[in-house]
Each structure stands twice: as C-alpha cells, then as structure tokens.
C-alpha cells in the first residue's frame, strides 16, 4: 500500500503551550492508523490542523502527493478528507435528510439525497432513515448520521475522534465492520480513541504522541492494552483499587421520582426508585439518551421534583436547588463539560469558585476572596494532575480530558457524603480514567455514597458494588454487580425485563 497522507514536522504552538512539536508520521491507503496519547498530547490540534481548523505554524502535509494546506474544513473535504468529530453537530429539530444537507456544498434535492442517504447507509451496514426527526435518534443512530454524511462526499481519509464513547457493544461491533470494509476499498481511516481493546483490535498501526511529540510507533495487534497504555503515559500503570468496607446506612433514598423532560427531545423520569448507602458505588448504565440526564439533573437540584421524591438523610430535599443541597454535601458532576460543567471562557479559578463557594467558603461578607479560590483551583490543579499553565486559564483552552479531571477534582475535594457524577471519564486517556475511578473508590472508603452514570461497562463493572440500568426513562432495580454477567447488563439495559419494582431498601 503507498501512503495516502504523509506529515512532516508538523508543529503548532500556543501561548504557554507547544501542542504539536515537529510531529512526522504517515498512514497508508486502507489503512486504519490509531493515533494514540494522553489527554493534552496534542492528538486534537493534529487532526484539526489535517481538517483545516488549525493552522500550523510550520512543518508539511502531503496528501495523495499533492501538498494539504486546507484553510478550511471546506477545502479539507473538496480535498478528501472526512471527519466525524466526537460531540455531534445536528440539528435535533431536523430529519436525518437535513442534517446531511447542511454539511454538503452542494446538496441534490430531498427526494434525490434521500434515496442516496437509504442507498450508502444500507450498503455500509448502518441503515437510516432520512425522514426521521434527529431529536428522536438514539446516539448510535445520531453517530449513522454523521458517518454517512461523510461518506456522500467520498473521502479517501476519514478521521475519527472517539467513535465509540456513546455506543452499545453491539453497535460498537457494526461501525467496526463499516470500517473494515471501508478500509477494504482504500480509505484511510485515522482513528483516535483512549479504548486500547478496541484500538488492537481495529487498527493496523499506531503512532503514539506524549507532550505533543511523536515518542513511538507500532502494530497494536501485536501489543497488549497494558503495554500500549505504558508507551503513552511513560510509566507504569495500576488498575485501581479499593479498601474492603462494609456500607453504612442508607444516605439517599429516590422512591417514586416521575418528572417531565425539560427539552422537547428529553427523556421523562418513571417512578424511578433507588437507594445509596454511606460508602457505597451505585452504577447506573444504559445507551445514551435513555434518562441520564435527566437523572442527573433531578438529582442535582437543577430540575425540582415532589419534596418526598428525594431523601437525604431521610430530609426530603426534592424541592431544594442545587446550592441549597450543595450546603447540605450533595453535590454533582454533569457529562457535559464545556458550558454545563465549566463555564468556557472563564478561569479555572472562577470556575472552581462557581461550585466550591458555599463548601470552600470562598465569600466573606459578600465579598469573593479571590486568593482563596486560586488556592482552591491550585489543589485541584495539582491533586488531578490537570495539565494546565496555570488557575488563570481559560477552561476552554483545555483538552477535553483535563477539564475532566478538573471538573471531578473541583467536586472531590469539598468532601461530599453523596456525589452524583455522570460519565466521569468520557473521552478520558487511560492514565486519567483510572486516576479519576480511584478518586471515586477512595471517596466511597472514607463513608461518600457515591451514584456513576456511565455508559462504559467495563468502567461500571470495576467500580460498582451494585448496578441498575436506565432504559426509556425507567431504573431497573439494583443487582450486586459481581453477580452480573455482560449479557444480563445487555438486558438490564435494553429493558427486557420487568422494569417495575417495588421500592428496595436494603
């Protein structure tokens, strides 16, 4: 195979930070090239440099011989190149037609691009219909969309940043044989994802890049996930651990909690029960979309509920907002880092004093005592090993997975008795999942009862003592998660059983 895309000293820096430092690797025509690293390693800023969203600041790129200089993602496809970016970009009010529409330059009439979307989605084993409302698709769905709207415009690269993160193991197994056969007639795929079983089994190469250098190269089938981990991070990595203790008594009590959507294509909550003890791991699973959020919000105080739906410490608290059951130490971490999280263009020390003003008494006499909330974004800093220049960046100059760290360190240090976190570490390298799922385990050891939504089972299953799955809006009851096995989770998560159960305090 001759190489499709060859980059030579690519380097991009920014103010306090060189995010790609002389980078130099190719990938060959039908080939699926992992591009590995920490979070920060500088694996976004090289793939919006090949989509024209970044200019470098030196250094090449060839593409089919022809020197790639896009300015634009506009000039980046007419070239050749296709990118499915992790967060979605659609429009939840349009059809699936649509959406598609809007990301070509010149688009044929509906009825035409209909039939083209049914004919490319079928034959790629990804079916869609054109003529569904995108706000009524499950996110594998939503991922179809994006996927075949890049493949209308016939790449010869497509780019992929965490494919995976919202899918089922089965939908996980059906976008693996698109790209097989993809990769079968000569597209290059480059794919980015911090799921090493998934990137060994999938990908023919890899290049792997720490601090925004090219450190190494391989074939990951010939490597273990372990030994893949270790050439990213360069040191040794350990799975986390917990202290064997027995739960204390029950601190949240959720019994009958039935609430409306607060957008038109939410999820309603339906007679949800559940209880966490005091030092225990409630896991919550399920495909996206299915209440999460929903969950999340209700639990947070953000949307209110009937006074008796939510017990803390047996005080109802349902009609409480978010400050008034931060006062009490209930607090939360929603998915959504940028905007819901973490407000994009302020400080991390403002965003610290956004949520630890009440528990890290960052006010006095209705004054911000900014010196103390720089030392508090400091210790969060410094204990979650974010990597930043300092407390006076902005959030958003972030990598996604260090504000991650951010968002759940900021939590973590005001001692909360009950956390609510929701996907703690999407899109997270493997260095800082297990950093953040250890942070978890050690809360629950010291008497934190603490609830995981996440849609990674493997994350779920290492750190829950019981699971519960969200489906449609309705939790299944709680199981011990040592007795479970991976197709009774499918199950559990794809509701097929009785969703309806009396109220179990145990």
């Known amino acids: 195979m001759t190489n499709l895309l060859t980059i030579e000293g690519l380097t991009k820096a920014y103010p306090g930070v060189v995010a790609n430092d002389n980078v130099s690797f ?14 920060g390693a500088g694996k976004s800023t090289l793939v919006k440099m090949i989509y024209g969203l970044v200019k470098p600041d030196s250094g090449r790129m060839t593409l089919r011989d022809a020197a790639h200089e896009p300015t634009e993602p506009r000039a980046a496809r ?41 004919e490319v989605s079928e034959n790629y084993g990804l079916p869609l219909d054109p003529f569904r409302v995108v706000g009524d698709l499950s996110a594998g769905e ?4 994006e996927i075949i709207r890049c493949l209308l415009q016939d790449p010869r690269l497509l780019i992929m940043d965490e494919p995976t993160s919202v899918l089922t193991p089965q939908e996980v197994k059906i976008l693996f044989e698109t790209l097989r056969r993809l990769a079968a007639e000569g597209t290059a795929i480059l ?3 911090h799921k090493l079983e998934e990137i060994r089994a999938l ?4 290049t792997i890049l720490r601090q925004g250098k090219v450190i190494d190269s391989c074939d990951p089938r010939e490597k273990s996930a372990a030994e893949l981990a270790e050439m990213m991070v360069g040191s040794t990595l350990h799975s986390p651990n917990r202290s064997a203790t027995e739960p204390g008594e029950i601190v949240l009590d959720v019994s009958g909690l039935s609430l409306k959507p607060a957008t038109p294509f939410g999820k309603t909550l339906k007679n949800v029960h559940l209880t966490v003890r005091a030092g225990e791991v409630l896991g919550i699973g399920g495909v996206a979309g299915n209440g999460q959020d929903e969950l999340l919000a209700a639990l947070s105080g953000e949307v209110l509920a009937e006074a008796n739906a939510i017990r803390l410490h047996n005080r109802p608290i349902g009609q409480l907002g978010p400050n008034a059951r931060r006062r009490l130490a209930m607090l939360s971490a929603p998915e959504e880092r940028l905007g819901h999280a973490a407000a994009p263009d302020m400080s991390l020390t403002e965003n610290a004093l956004l949520t630890g003003a009440i528990r890290e008494n960052l006010v006095a006499n209705g004054f911000l005592r900014w010196p103390a909330a720089r030392a508090f974004a400091e ?20 990598s996604g997975g260090n504000l991650q760290k951010f968002v759940i360190g900021r939590e973590v240090l005001q001692r909360p008795e009950v956390l609510v976190v929701n996907q703690p570490t999407w899109g997270v390298d493997a260095s800082a999942a297990a950093a953040i799922r250890q942070a978890l ?22 750190v829950s003592d019981r699971f519960a799955a969200l489906n449609e809006g309705r939790l299944s009851a709680p199981r ?13 998560m794809g509701g097929a059983h009785d969703m309806e159960v009396a109220h179990v305090a145990e």
């Open 191 to 193: 794919y980015i994802s």
């Open 78 to 118: 007419a070239a050749g190149v296709g990118m499915v970016f992790q967060h979605f970009s659609l429009f939840e009010a349009l059809n699936v037609a649509e959406n598609v529409a809007l990301g070509m330059e010149n688009p044929p009439p509906q009825r035409q691009l209909a039939a083209r979307i049914r």
């Open 26 to 39: 190719s990938v060959r025509e039908g080939e699926v090239h992992a591009l590995l690293g920490e979070n």
């Open 379 to 398: 210790r969060i800093i410094k204990g979650f090993d974010v990597r930043t220049p300092g407390p006076e960046n902005a959030a958003r100059s972030l």
């Open 441 to 462: 385990l050690d809360l629950a050891s010291e008497g934190t009862a603490v609830i995981v939504i996440s849609q990674d089972l493997d994350e779920l299953m290492e």
């Open 142 to 145: 939503r991922q179809r969309v």
């Open 480 to 492: 011990a998660a040592c007795d479970l096995t991976m197709e009774e989770i499918g199950l559990m």
């Open 203 to 206: 990908c023919d190469g890899a």
